[in-house]
């Protein structure tokens, strides 16, 4: 049963638009949750982080929000680029070690 | 600074026949861990070790074998391939102990027939 979900799997958003992918968990036992970008034929590269004692955690044009009440986060690009065309994962830990369980993620396209 | 390395990059195998992904990192980290890729179901854990000599199981380690005699290496045993085994497999590391951010290598995809 998968703890962690991403509905939408896909996102087409304008160059220079504002992107926001969403997620949502089932777990409240998971303390720690991050965002990962794929492009294809490579591994995921980590993209941001956030503990569940924060609400926010920014980086750059990457801002990620958590609604601990709620259960879910989502990741903003503000703006996007075309580079940022890839597919998204969500992750959430599930020990200190870094067990991570994963999203289905979201296939993002950045039109000119 | 090569990070994570995974060999071979691409592997056609026959039902029945077994082989092994291997996976190598120079970061001195302890954590390290085996994924697979599926269409619409995002990485799944198959195998993770904490450091040489420990290894457990994820969530789905049927069908697989790892082991960890150093801190560099971790590879991943496919016993008796399956065509359910068809998939894009990750092999990650991470400095563990708190520092959760997962290094990937660029995957091997494995095709059984």
């Known amino acids: 049963d998968q703890q962690v979900k991403q509905n939408s799997p896909s996102l087409s958003v304008q160059e220079g638009r504002i992107s926001i992918l969403n997620c949502d968990y089932t777990n409240s036992m998971f303390d720690y949750f991050l965002w990962y970008k794929k492009y294809p034929a490579e591994g995921p590269t980590f993209l941001i982080s956030?503990?569940?004692?924060?609400d926010k955690n920014e980086d750059g044009r990457f801002t990620v929000f958590l609604n601990k009440s709620a259960k879910h986060l989502s990741l903003h690009i503000v703006p996007s680029q075309p580079g940022d065309s890839a597919v998204y994962f969500c992750?959430?830990?599930?020990?200190?070690?870094?067990?991570?369980?994963f999203g289905a993620g979201t296939q993002v396209v950045v039109t000119p | 600074n090569a990070g994570v390395t995974q060999t071979p990059k691409f592997q056609v195998l026959k039902t029945g026949q077994s082989m092994t992904l291997q996976c190598a990192q120079d970061?001195?980290?302890?954590?390290m861990s085996w994924y697979r890729q599926d269409p619409g179901m995002g990485l799944r854990l198959i195998h993770y070790?904490?450091?040489?000599?420990?290894?457990d199981q994820g969530e789905v380690p049927n069908g697989y074998n790892v082991s960890r005699s150093t801190t560099e290496d971790f590879p991943l045993r496919l016993l008796s391939a399956a065509p359910s085994q068809t998939s894009v497999y990750f092999c990650?590391?991470?400095?563990?102990?708190?520092?959760?951010?997962?290094?990937f290598g660029q995957g091997t995809r494995l095709t059984v027939v």
């Open positions: 970061m001195n980290h302890e954590y």
């Open positions: 990650a590391s991470s400095p563990g102990r708190g520092r959760t951010e997962a290094f």
């Open positions: 070790s904490v450091g040489a000599g420990i290894t």
């Open positions: 992750a959430a830990r599930t020990d200190s070690w870094g067990k991570l369980q």
């Open positions: 956030i503990s569940s004692i924060k």
